[in-house]
């Protein structure tokens, strides 16, 4: 079965503090992932996908298929970030859907 | 230039009742998805249209059914509400499937009460 699992509801870092939202993934095939963002008031949009492998608002994530992880990262967090997170797995089974987690909100502090 | 739209934004219905709800994806886009948001929860995947077929359906019942119009508009349809449809429905669309023509763009969703 596919499952997406992201273990924190909740994350609360000082602002200019490293953050790590985590992400692990169970899937048979060969994962495509993405992390979501949904700032207060502001529909869910995409932050960045593991195919593009490119740094989005310096975030960036890594696909892990050894630890099935997808983990973000930012190495100094901005108040700004403050969201919340998902992450999701297409699921070629499903028309390409996605499949989501249930998500991690992110504080940034000052 | 507009993104995905969805309407109404907001309804509440009583349990038992029919509910419409409606989607315009963006220009260009020929394929939309259907997802439902519980509160705490992150989005559950329903249905996927691509060129007006049905493509995919997630774990729903057949309470739930959706379709998509020619000009690529979509509508997700759910009878005999019950409290447990209280949600907020998003639509996506994408450009297509596979590779980067599915990455999917998200309306603002129509949160649905139902009493």
């Known amino acids: 079965a596919q499952r997406v699992t992201q273990p924190e509801k909740l994350l609360s870092v000082f602002k200019g503090a490293p953050v790590e939202l985590k992400c692990n993934y169970s899937?048979?095939?060969?994962?495509?992932l993405f992390w979501y963002v949904q700032y207060s008031r502001q529909r869910l949009q995409l932050l960045l996908r593991?195919?593009s492998r490119e740094s989005i608002k310096g975030f960036t994530a890594d696909l892990n298929k050894g630890e099935t992880s997808f983990h973000l990262k930012k190495p100094f967090a901005q108040e700004e970030d403050s969201a919340m997170y998902y992450c999701?797995?297409?699921?070629?089974?499903?028309?390409?859907?996605?499949?989501f987690g249930k998500g991690t909100s992110l504080l940034v502090t000052p | 230039d507009a993104g995905v739209t969805q309407s109404p934004t907001h309804l509440i219905k009583t349990r038992g009742q029919q509910v419409t709800l409606r989607c315009s994806p963006i220009?260009?886009?020929?394929?939309v998805s259907w997802y439902q948001q519980v509160l705490g929860q992150g989005p559950q995947f329903i249905f996927q249209?691509?060129?007006?077929?049905?493509?995919g359906r997630g774990n729903f019942p057949d309470r739930f059914s959706a379709r998509q119009f020619p000009n690529y508009s979509s509508e997700l349809n759910v009878n005999a509400l019950l409290l447990g449809d209280s949600a907020l429905y998003l639509c996506?669309?994408?450009?297509?499937?596979?590779?980067?023509?599915?990455?999917?763009?998200f309306g603002a969703g129509t949160r649905l009460s139902v009493l």
């Open positions: 996506a669309s994408s450009l297509g499937q596979g590779g980067s023509k599915n990455i999917q763009y």
């Open positions: 899937y048979s095939g060969s994962p495509e």
């Open positions: 593991h195919i």
């Open positions: 999701a797995l297409k699921s070629e089974n499903s028309g390409y859907a996605l499949n």
């Open positions: 220009s260009g886009h020929k394929s």
């Open positions: 249209y691509y060129e007006k077929e049905e493509r």
